[in-house]
């Protein structure tokens, strides 16, 4: 059902929405869409929707009795299916034309823009975000249709006239679609991660075979559903849905997968990457998480740098690609800083996230709870003090959940583990340095280099983390988020080292040529065209 509520635009920056009219149409789309809760859904491959033969429960972590819905759980033969329906769609897909696949796509934007709360409530139930999280979710992903649209508008489909060396000659560089890619979606931004790589393979002229996360299939089938309302043809998306051990697997193998999106952690990224170009060439893009690091000086202003520390740890109780992990912060001003962010900390409503006053809601499922507890457990052992947090919720309706609370760790070794691993988890360990310099190096000594900020009132300090950090998206004294916050168009998504595979970022100007390969046309005489 579209929405008749004034817009008001939710990105990750926003702090908050106290429009009434807006929380009252969550709580109401929350209300609409239990109604399909327990439904199973079909794959989606070629022109058919193949419901299969088991399924699996997608269950929401905030209460494991509630099945959101039911998938099958798709084969081998499933994959190969889908990946000959992406093949045969793509010759009449790439030569429909950019201008007519921008139109397709630019009105599936409108749809998902007019049913954003739907899908924002079925993801708090699906996946735990909280209404603004989610809203901001579904928001970018029809933000991510439109901005790379206008890329490729802009570029004029990416054909560029270039110079002859006789009056007959006329060359040009064309950029043309590989062919069928291959999108592996992760559970965190259930929309926007598998619906800003299809669009981008899209845009450019591929078709694609999509396999999200067995934590959150709903999003992505909704996303795939109103593509093809929207007009894009039968074959030219494919979701198939399943276990990484048969489904992801066999699009790594498959050969007639021309190039694969990844988004996920670093052992299995760097396993796809290895194994995906083992033969020949293929191109690939990883997005492969990371451990971002704010550094806090003693020229900071510490209000801002609590809020926004605590706002990038804990949002999403820590699982995102560009949560804040760890903090240096010149030892001058730690413990000054640290009680800031404590008391911040302390503020955080936790519970079922589709209630208005919580804030932080549970983590996505049991393995996730248990690398919590483990870490908490790791900190008393080693010699850490917990500031705050350090237990999960259990009482009420936290019952059938997972549900940590927000976690603050001091007094560990800068050379500990959790200071290196990432968790996804609401840990966050601070530690104390002497020196911008110290920080820096410390913030740099990580397999990682994906998000990373810096609070400062010293413009020579501000210069020095600027040219020095190593970080794909980096912030400034941001009180929205230390390290998170990025949105198409306004910030490139990317990491370096280990945290990215391309050099070329999300939600940016160069994502969309990933997708394709240069073609040099030389054509002597008249025959040549405009």
Known sequence: MASTTPRMKITYATLSADNEELQSAFDAAVERVRGDFGRAYPMIIGDEERAGGDLFDDRSPIDTQIVVSRFPVGTRQDVQDAVAAARTAFPAWRDLGWRRRLEILRRAADLISERQFEYAALMAVEVGKNRLE???????????????SDIMERNEGFEQPMGSLSPTEHTKSVLKPHGVWGIISPFNFPMALAGGPAAGALIAGNTVVMKPSSDAPLLAYKFVEVLREAGVPAGVVNLVTGPGETVGAEL????????????????????????FTRDYPRPIITEMGGKNPAIVTASADLDVAAEGVMRSAFGYDGQKCSANSRVYVDRRVARAFVDRLVERTKQIAVGDPTRRENWMGPVINERA??????????????????????????????????????????????????????????????????????????????????????????QAEIDRFLDTIQAGVVYVNRRAGATTGAWPGIQSFGGWKGSGSSGKSGLGPYYVQQFMREQSQTVIGDGASG
Request: glycine residues 12%; negative net charge.
């Open 252 to 275: 790594q193998e498959n050969p007639g997968v021309d190039g694969m999106v990844f988004t996920g952690s670093y052992e299995v990224g760097m396993r796809l990457y290895t194994h």
């Open 134 to 148: 989610a809203l901001g979710d579904v928001e970018e992903t029809a933000d991510l249709l439109r901005y790379y």
């Open 369 to 458: 709870l248990r690398k919590f507890t483990d870490a908490v457990e790791e900190v008393k052992r080693d010699g850490g003090s917990i500031e705050v947090g350090g237990n999960v919720l259990r009482d009420g309706d936290a019952e059938r959940g997972f549900f940590p609370m927000p976690t603050v760790v001091t007094g560990l070794s800068l050379d500990h583990r959790l200071f290196s691993d990432e968790l996804f988890v609401p840990l966050l360990v601070v530690g104390e340095v002497d020196s911008l310099d110290e920080a820096l190096a410390r913030a740099n000594a990580s397999a990682y280099g994906l998000t990373a900020g810096i609070f400062s009132g010293d």
